[in-house]
């Protein structure tokens, strides 16, 4: 429905162009902001969202510690007493 005006307001307003030019340019743009009433008004509100925080990144001792933690029944070299792979 709201074309049908869009559309009767630009063929009025080239009639009235063709009479008085002024005119004619007024009511175009008056049709004009008409258009982007009904443009501004079908928009829907953007939705924002709010960014967490990022977590710090693990270490490697971290890792591991977590590792070990989760898997007790592996057999995970002792660091901190010296043990390692060879």
Partial sequence: MKKYYILAGLITSFIVA???????????????????????????????????????????????QREMEANPHRPYPNYEGGEMYK
Avoid: H, P, S
């Avoid at 005119?23 to 924002?48: D, E, H």
């Fill in 18 to 64: 063709l009479v008085d030019i002024m005119a004619g340019i007024y009511l175009c743009v008056l049709t004009n902001g008409f258009c982007n009433w009904i443009i501004l008004a079908r928009q829907k509100a953007k939705i924002v969202t709010i960014k967490k925080k990022k977590e710090r990144q693990l270490t490697v001792d971290e890792i591991r």
